[in-house]
């Protein structure tokens, strides 16, 4: 039996989609700060004690949900995604009954936008049981050191295949909407010098990214997943299992997607690069968080009569017997 490790490391890489999560929702709040009162908005000293303090409560949250998954020792990946996205939902709970937050939700949207933290708390928890890896619970090995014979250990050298992940294809998803989202940035310092008014220059800095975010998750997850998907199993069939091959296999399709496209609407045309590179990150990102499972056995045959039971070239299979009867 085995329990998830203590590893800064993991924490590190699970509160990435959180901070992702807590920039987008406080952008969102400044933005709405600049329209309705821009003479109270926060200073950027404030913004960053709130983020801070949002960030440190989802720390501590999710490493005491951790510690008590090892209390019970449980190590699987599905019970941490649980668990980041219950401690999560009781972070933002806690924030808005407390206003650690810069801006309230709006009336019949607490919990729509409590769903976002929500799910980035679900990837964090899958993340740190992703990184933090595994550790032979302190019992078992207590006993062994006692003088109780340990089993020898399990070698599989048998063959393997990447493994049907429903967490990395909902990983791999996202990237469509990072990457869409990181656009308006490369963009924004063009688009400020066409504003004679400071103040709405920084509204759409703000607004721009943040609301691509939102659009992009609600339009590109379901095709990316099933895209993904398909990826994966072409993948498979062809015996591939290496990162750089994913990625080879998830541009290619990428890229015959996108040609589709342009068959049918021509401006599509300048998404054909964007397309394969977004498909290529996809397929390493998936075949990074996927791991690898066993080949399944072939599947039990039930045979009645024992004589069948002959080999592909045996003469048997290429003539027929006769039976003579009175």
């Known amino acids: 039996m085995h329990v998830v490790k203590n590893s ?47 960030m440190a409560i989802n720390a501590a949250f999710l490493f005491a949900g951790h510690i008590v998954l090892r209390q019970w020792t449980i190590s699987s990946r599905l019970a941490y ?20 937050q ?26 740190y049981g992703q990184f933090a890896g595994l550790s032979p619970v302190l019992g078992a090995t207590g006993a062994a050191a006692a003088g109780t014979p340990a089993a020898p250990p399990r070698v599989f050298d048998g063959p393997v295949r990447v493994r049907t ?3 990395g294809i909902a990983i791999a998803a996202l990237m469509p909407t990072v ?65 750089w091959q994913y990625a080879a296999i998830g541009g290619a399709a990428a890229f015959g997607c996108a040609l589709l496209l342009v068959l049918v609407v021509p401006v599509f045309a300048a998404l054909l690069v964007p397309a394969a590179f977004c498909g290529a990150i996809m ?8 791991g690898l499972e066993p080949v399944p056995l072939p599947e039990v045959v039930i045979v009645a009569d024992p004589d069948s039971l002959v080999g592909a070239d045996h003469p048997s299979r290429h003539q027929h017997g006769v039976v003579l009867s009175n």
């Open 283 to 290: 397929g390493a990102l998936y075949r990074r968080f996927a």
């Open 179 to 243: 990457l869409a989202t990181l656009l308006p940035y490369t963009l924004m310092p063009l688009l400020m010098n066409g504003f004679a008014d400071k103040s709405t220059a920084h509204i759409f800095a703000a607004v721009i990214p943040a609301q691509t975010f939102m659009v992009m998750i609600v339009i590109s997850v379901i095709p990316s997943c099933i895209f993904m998907l398909c990826v994966h199993h072409i993948a498979r069939a062809m015996s591939r299992r290496s990162a």
């Open 8 to 54: 800064p490391r993991a924490l590190f890489a699970a509160l990435i989609p959180l901070a992702i999560v807590e920039a987008v929702l406080m952008a969102f709040a400044i933005a709405g700060g600049q329209v309705t009162d821009p003479a109270g908005v926060p200073a950027p000293d404030q913004i960053l004690a709130f983020f801070a303090g949002r």
């Open 165 to 167: 992940s429903v967490a």
């Open 102 to 127: 810069l801006a309230a939700p709006g009336d019949g949207a607490v919990v729509t936008i409590g769903l976002l933290p929500t799910i980035a708390g679900m990837f964090g928890g899958f993340l």
């Open 81 to 100: 995604g649980l668990m980041g996205g219950i401690v999560a939902a009781a972070s933002y709970g806690i924030a808005v009954r407390n206003h650690i």
